[in-house]
C-alpha cells in the first residue's frame, strides 16, 4: 500500500523522531512511504486565530502537494484533524471544493490508520514502563478517534497502561491560546501536570506533539521526572 | 444590571478568577458532580446521541419557523384571558413591567429564577419605582442579598461556598445558626415565605413556552416558581423570544435533555406548568397575567451563521466541562452569560467593543460542542467570531497580523519554509541550553517560557533526513 507521509511542521522541525519512527512503523507494516517535499503547514494556527485568508494559503499548498496521493497519514490527532475541516472550509469553492473533499477523504492520523484501514492493533513492539495516556482533545472530539491508540498501546509487551484522571480535559495549549491567553494555559497544563503524577507513571504518551510538547515543557519546569513521549516512540521499540 | 456586568478590563479579571482560591475549589467541585451526573443519567436514557439528534431537529425546526410559533403562543395566550407583549428592546420590555407593578400599586414583587430579567436589568427598572424585589431562588436570593451578579446561568451562586453564604445571611438577616446546608435552607425558607404571601406581583422567566397550548414551563428544584406564579394576584412571566417549542410533545424532549444535562437529574424535584388568567368559570390562576416577549437583539441573530445560537436550552453543560470556566470563574467572562455559550451569544447580544477578548477564551478543545445536548457547535462559532473580529471589526492586534500575514507567506511556499526547517534553530540559538530546551524565549516566544520550556528546534530537519536516506537507499539499490 502507497502511503504519503504529512509530517507536521512541528515533528518536522522540532520532532523529528516522531517522523522517523512513523515511517518504520509504516513500512514495517508493510505500506510504501513516500514524501512529498512540497508539504508545509496544515493552516491551523491561522485558521484558529481567525484569519481565513492566510490560512487557506496553507492549505491549497497542502492540497497541490498531496493531490496524487492514494493515502495520507499524518502523527498527530490535530493536523489531521484540520485536513477533515477543509471541505467545510471551501464548500462552494468550484476551484477547491473537490480537492478539499479529495484530501479529507483519504487523510488519517496514524493509529487511526493501522487500525482502522489496516486491521492491525498489534505491532509487534516491546516496551518496559508504567505508561499513562493522554487523549488529546483533537483527536477525540474532532477526529473522533478514541480507542484506536489504547488497542495498540494495549499489545504492546511490558506497557503497564495506568488511566489518566480526568483524562478528557484539555491540557491548555490551544495552538496560539496558549500564548495569547498564557495565565489560563497556565493553570491548565498545572493541573494537567498534576493529573499525570498522580497516576504515578513513568511516561506520559499521547498522539499530538502540540499537547506533548506543552504538558512536558511544563512538567520539565516544574522538575518532575515523568518522561512525555510520543506514541511512535512506544509502537517502534523493540 | 445587563448583559455586560462590570467596568474592569478582561486580564484584571482573569487575573482576579485565578487568585480566588475559594471560587476555584466550589467551581471545580461543582463541575465534577455535574460532569458525573450529565454522563450517568446520558448512559441511564441509552442512545444520547439519538436524543441529541432529536433535540437539535427540534430546535432546529422551532427556531426555523419561530414567526410562526411565536404567533401561535400570543394567540393562544391571549385567549387565556393574558396579555402578550413583544418587546423589541430591554427598555420597552422593562417599561412595560413597570407600568403593570404601576397600576397594581403594589408594594413587593416576588421573582423566580429568569436570566432574561437579568439581561435587561429589570431588578433595577422596578426598584426604580420604589418597590421592593425579592428573588426567590435561593442562589439567586443569596446573590441579592450580598449584591453580587450570578456567575452561572443555572446555579447562580455556585462560586460561593457554605461558610460564606453563611456569612452573607449573618450580615444581611441576622441568621445566627451554623454553615450547615439543612440549617441555611430553612432558614432560607422560612424567610422568603413572608414575601411569597405578601407580594403583589410574582415574575418568572420561562424555559420552554409551549406554542400549542401557551404553557409556560419552569425547572426548579425548590418549588419557588409555584409559589411565585399561585400565590400573588398579578403573574408575569418574561421570555426571550427562542424559549419556544411547538407542543406539549416536544417540550417533554427538551425537558429532559435540560433537566439531565444541566445538573444530572432525570428530571427536576418541580416542573411547573402554568399560563394565562383565571377565566369566569375556573376557580384558580391569577386576576392578571403578562407574557413579555424579548427580543434584545436576538432576531438579528436569526439568519446569520449564528442562528444555532438560538437552540440553546440553557442547560450550561458547555460551561460545567469548560476548563477555562473552571479556571477563571463565571464573573471573568464580564457578562451574566458566561462560559462558552457566553462567549457565543454575549458579542452577538451586546456588541464586540466591550467582549472582544470572549472568543479567545478558549483553547478551542471543543467540550463543550461535545456536552452540548442540542449540538449547537460553539467552538466553531467562537472560530467565526475571531474571523469577524478580524476581517470586519478590524479589532486584532497589528503584532498578530503581522505574524499571520507572514504565516502565509511562509506555509504557501514551499522554497520558504525548507529553510525555515534550516534556519530555525540557528536563530534561536543564543537561548538554547544545553539540554537542548529554551527556558528564557524571545518576543511571541515569551508567553510560553513564562511557565513552561519550550524545545529548541532539531539540529536536522525531518525532511533532510527522509532525503538523505531516500539517497542512502537509492545507493544501495545501484
Sequence with gaps: ?238 | MSVKIGEAPYNERITKGIENDFMREAVSSAQGRFRAGRLSQAEELGNWEDWRRLGEEIRTHTIENIDFYLQQLSDAVSNKGGNVYFAETAEEANHYIQNVVKKKNARKVVKAKSMVTEEIGLNKAIKDLGVEVVESDLGEWILQLDEEAPSHIVTPALHKNKEQIRDIFAKKRGYDKSDDPEELAAFARKELRKDFLSADVGITGCNFAIAESGAITLVTNEGNAEMVTTLPDTVITVMGMERIVPTWEEMEVLVSLLTRSAVGQKLTSYITTYGGARLEDEVDGPDDYHLVIVDNGRSKILGTEFQAALHCIRCASCINVCPVYRHVGGHAYNSIYPGPIGAVITPLLDGYDDHKELPYASSLCGACTEACPVKIPLHEMLIRHRQIIVERENKAPMTEKILMNGFAKWSSSPAAYKISTKLARPALIPWIKDEDMIENGPGPLKGWTDVRDFPAPSKKSFRAWFKERESEQHERSK
Design chain 1, 1 to 238: 500500500m502507497k502511503v504519503s507521509l504529512f509530517i507536521t511542521c512541528l515533528s518536522d522541525m522540532f520532532f523529528t523522531d516522531v517522523g522517523k519512527n512513523t515511517v518504520e512503523i509504516l513500512e514495517r507494516a508493510g505500506c510504501a512511504v513516500d514524501f512529498p517535499a512540497s508539504q508545509t503547514c496544515c493552516g491551523q494556527p491561522a485558521f484558529n486565530s481567525g484569519y481565513l485568508k492566510e490560512a487557506k494559503q496553507s492549505m491549497k499548498q497542502m492540497m497541490r502537494s498531496f493531490r496524487d496521493s492514494e493515502y495520507v497519514v499524518g502523527p498527530s490527532g490535530s493536523c489531521i484533524g484540520m485536513l477533515k475541516e477543509y471541505p467545510k472550509i471551501f464548500a462552494g469553492d468550484k476551484e477547491w471544493e473537490e480537492d478539499a473533499r479529495d484530501l479529507a477523504n483519504k487523510s488519517y492520523e496514524l493509529t487511526q490508520f493501522l487500525v482502522d484501514v489496516l486491521g492491525i492493533t498489534d505491532v509487534g513492539s516491546t516496551f518496559k514502563g508504567r505508561v499513562t495516556y493522554h487523549p488529546s482533545c483533537h483527536m477525540t472530539r474532532i477526529l473522533g478517534v478514541k480507542d484506536q491508540p489504547r488497542k495498540l498501546l494495549q499489545n504492546v509487551k511490558g506497557v503497564e497502561l495506568i488511566e489518566l484522571p480526568v483524562a478528557e480535559d484539555c491540557c491548555g495549549f490551544g495552538g496560539t491560546f496558549s500564548v495569547k491567553n498564557p495565565d489560563i494555559s497556565r493553570e491548565m497544563v498545572k493541573e494537567k501536570s498534576r493529573h499525570v503524577s498522580e497516576t504515578g507513571a513513568d511516561y506520559l504518551v499521547g498522539g499530538d506533539m502540540g499537547c506533548l510538547m506543552n504538558i512536558g515543557g511544563r512538567m520539565r519546569r516544574e522538575g518532575k521526572q515523568v518522561e512525555v513521549i510520543h506514541i511512535t516512540e512506544i509502537l517502534n521499540t523493540h
